[in-house]
C-alpha cells in the first residue's frame, strides 16, 4: 500500500518561506503525477501546485511566482517551496500521488501538514 508523509508545516510570518516535503513510500515513478492540495477551515480543498512524471509543473494562479514544486526521485520525495507567504495561505496542505501503470486509477492523499501565516 502507498504512504504518502508530509512535513515542514508550521507557524511563519507574512513574507516568510517555509518548504513542505512529501515522502512516499517506494518509488515515485509508479505515480502519474504528484501534487499538493491545501484546505483552509470553510472552504474547499484546492490544488496549490502539481508536478506531472515528465517534469512538467502547474500552479494555481494565487501561487505563482511564489511556489514552487519539485521532486527528488531518489529520495522518493516532492517538495513545495512556498515564499513570500501570505496570510491567505493559511491552511492544511496535502501531499496527493495519482497512480499509474499496477496503480492507474488510484489516488492516494497524505494526512496534511498545517502552515499557518501570521505576524
Known amino acids: 500500500q502507498v504512504q504518502l508523509v508530509e512535513s515542514g508545516g508550521g507557524l511563519v510570518q507574512p513574507g516568510g518561506s517555509l518548504r513542505l516535503s512529501c515522502v512516499a513510500s517506494g518509488s515515485i515513478f509508479r505515480f502519474v503525477a504528484m501534487g499538493w492540495y491545501r484546505q483552509a477551515p470553510g472552504k474547499q480543498r484546492e490544488l496549490v501546485a502539481a508536478i506531472i512524471r515528465g517534469g512538467s509543473t502547474n500552479y494555481a494562479d494565487s501561487v505563482k511566482g511564489r511556489f514552487t514544486i519539485s521532486r527528488d526521485n531518489a529520495k522518493n520525495t516532492v517538495s513545495l517551496h512556498m515564499n513570500s507567504l501570505k496570510p491567505e495561505d493559511t491552511a492544511v496542505y496535502y501531499c496527493?500521488?495519482?497512480?499509474?501503470?499496477?496503480?492507474?486509477?488510484?489516488?492516494?492523499w497524505g494526512r496534511g501538514t498545517q502552515v499557518t501565516v501570521s505576524s
Open positions: 496527493k500521488a495519482q497512480g499509474a501503470a499496477e496503480l492507474v486509477g488510484q489516488d492516494f
